[in-house]
């Protein structure tokens, strides 16, 4: 499935400051892992939804049309999951959501037993399952990852699975190594030992890759954050499964229907990602004749990764007479050079230079990345590497390869 450059104009076209920024000028944006692009789009229904004094629940037409919109969003986003069966709702942010489930799912499992996840996990989950594996005296077991790949399988979790595992963590991809991981292949080996443990996935970088697939997990919530999937920043959003959502939760008394949002939600944040998914569907347009909405957005998926591999390929490899990243003897990759889990993510360091100054010389030559630190936020991957920091060039599917051309043109003169 191949993004031609007619299509590539055309997917660049939807998307604010595709290739300028409002405060700097003109800029390659390879800093899409802290945050995408937003759609034109999204832009366009915020302000609409921004301006719009009514809210759900009362008898007029505003608010009707406003609960519609939340609805069909809601059913947007089933599609773009595939998650027929349970609840969809909104949040603060992916971390709060995180939080939130993690901290229902220890509280409202059986008493004892184990809490699972790995060392590749973000903070978000960890920090959750650190705090309530002590509030509810469950045990809390962290799997090492493999440095090496910067990923990790279900071998790494074996060990630490017992019968009376209650809850796992699972992240779908590393936003430091750009690396994903087999959910299924972990779900499974955890539903082996434990068939009732509630699994959480933190699907927050990998959602703008494409290839969701939540009812393939067999998991009972998944996480993203819209706005590193080209929608805004203000909300996280979940899905969870039904037996998930029956467990207590923070909710108001006598709320009917025992509702997981807290408060009056930003209609906004639901009509936002219905465009994200519109997107998703126009995309599958161009590689698919179906009309199923599912397998345009499934098609979608297949070419933005495809896409993608060709850009951290050309990144990694070279294009044209410039020599790739694996060429330049004082640059090493994390995870590295020749590693099918990557996904539009290269995370390096330079020999003989602080990650900080390698970014700031990308920036005066226009191209925008980013510095990840060994602290709170990346430690747990740095730090077994014997790294302070390294420098995350993170791509999206409306990057070009002359785009990746200027990066190595300017790696060439900081690197050499």
Not at 102 to 125: D, K, M, N, Q, Y
Not at 192 to 213: E, K, T
Request: glycine share 8%; charged share 20%.
């Amino acid at each position: 499935m191949n993004i031609d450059p007619r299509l590539l104009e055309e997917i660049r076209s939807r998307f604010a400051h595709v290739d300028s920024c409002p405060f700097d000028g003109p800029r390659v944006f390879f800093e899409n892992a802290g945050g995408a692009l937003t759609l034109n789009a999204v832009v366009t229904k915020s302000a609409e939804m921004a301006a719009i004094p009514d809210n759900q629940g009362r008898d007029n037409p505003a608010s009707h049309a406003l609960q519609s919109m939340i609805d069909e969003a809601k059913r947007d986003t089933r599609i773009f999951f595939n998650a027929p069966e349970g609840q969809i709702f909104v949040g603060e942010s992916g971390t709060e959501l995180l939080f939130r489930l993690i901290s229902a799912a220890c509280l409202g499992s059986p008493g004892g037993g184990r809490v699972v996840g790995s060392s590749l996990e973000h903070p978000a989950t960890r920090s959750a399952c650190d705090r309530w594996t002590r509030e509810t005296g469950k045990g809390y077991f962290v799997a090492p990852h493999d440095s090496n790949s910067g990923s990790v399988g279900p071998e790494a979790y074996l060990p630490y699975l017992t019968p009376d595992t209650r809850v796992a963590t699972i992240l779908h991809t590393s936003p430091v190594t750009g690396m994903s991981v087999d959910v299924a292949a972990i779900a499974a080996a955890i539903r082996a030992v434990a068939p009732d443990c509630l699994i959480i996935v933190d699907g927050i970088q990998h959602a703008a890759h494409g290839r969701l697939n939540v009812d393939s997990y067999d998991i009972d919530g998944y996480v993203i954050s819209p706005y590193k999937v080209f929608s805004r920043h203000g909300y996280g959003l979940a899905w969870i499964s039904d037996r998930l959502a029956a467990l207590p939760h923070d909710h108001l008394l006598d709320a009917p229907g025992a509702p997981w949002e807290l408060g009056t939600r930003d209609t906004g944040a639901y009509a936002t990602f219905s465009e994200v998914v519109r997107y998703f569907e126009w995309l599958g347009e161009h590689f698919t004749a179906s009309s199923d909405r599912r397998e345009r957005i499934q098609a979608a998926g297949e070419a933005i990764h495809a896409h993608e591999k060709r850009l951290t390929d050309a990144m990694l490899y070279g294009t044209g007479n410039l020599k790739g990243l694996a060429d330049m003897p004082r640059v090493r990759i994390i995870g590295g050079v020749d590693n099918p889990r990557r996904e539009g993510l290269v995370s390096m360091v330079v020999d003989g230079a602080a990650s900080e100054d390698v970014v700031t010389r990308l920036r005066e030559n226009g191209i925008r990345v980013h510095t990840r630190k060994a602290d709170h936020y990346s430690g747990n991957i740095l730090r077994p590497l014997g790294l302070a920091s390294c420098i995350r060039v993170s791509m999206c599917h409306y990057n070009t390869e002359h785009e990746v051309a200027q990066f190595l043109a300017a790696m060439h003169d900081i690197a050499e």
